[in-house]
Every structure is written in C-alpha cells, then in structure tokens.
C-alpha cells in the first residue's frame, strides 16, 4: 500500500529511507533544535532527496539512493544557513544611516 502510494508519486522507497536517514543525519549538526524543527528537518530531507536524488545520481554517476541521501543532508545544510541568514537580515531605509 505505502509501495503504491509513493509509486503513484514518482518515487521509490529506497530514495525515501536514504533522504530520510540524510535528514537525520543534519539534524545531528544543528546547534539547537526543537521538535517541531526535527520533523520539518525529515520533510525537507524527504522531499529534497526523493526528487533531487535522480538527477543528482545521472550528473555524478553514483547510485540513486547515495545521491538521495547526500542531497538530503546538503539541502539541509543549505536550508539552515538560510534561515540563518534570514533571521539576521535586516532591511535597509533608504535615508536611514542619517
């Protein structure tokens, strides 16, 4: 049944668990992290390495679930510096520095 739904998706399942664990993996990096963060860390990971695993594997010629996987803890690791520096973004007024 999960087989079917994720086929329906365009997905396999060894992607799934190999973006998963990448997921995981850079939770483990993150200074400090809530639960809510942990669970969105695992859906981001999911998503970024089930869809970007395929091409990621054809460009570097490695296997579809190593490429899921490192795709997953890179696009993380992206994510956070992001955030990051969203949080310490500060808009410039014009005619503010006065």
């Known amino acids: 049944m999960v087989k079917d739904f994720l086929l329906e998706m365009g997905l396999r399942l060894p992607d799934v668990v190999a973006a998963f664990f990448g ?3 850079s939770v483990f990096f993150v200074k400090s992290v809530t639960p809510w963060q942990a669970v969105s860390t695992f859906v981001v ?11 990621a594997a054809r460009t570097f010629g490695i296997a579809t679930e ?3 996987c490192l795709v997953a803890f890179a696009g993380m690791a992206i994510a956070q510096g992001i955030i990051e520096a969203a949080k310490n973004w500060r808009p410039r007024i014009p005619g503010g520095d006065k």
């Open 66 to 68: 190593t490429a899921s």
């Open 23 to 25: 997921g995981l993996a």
């Open 45 to 55: 990971g999911i998503v970024l390495g089930t869809y970007l695993g395929s091409p």
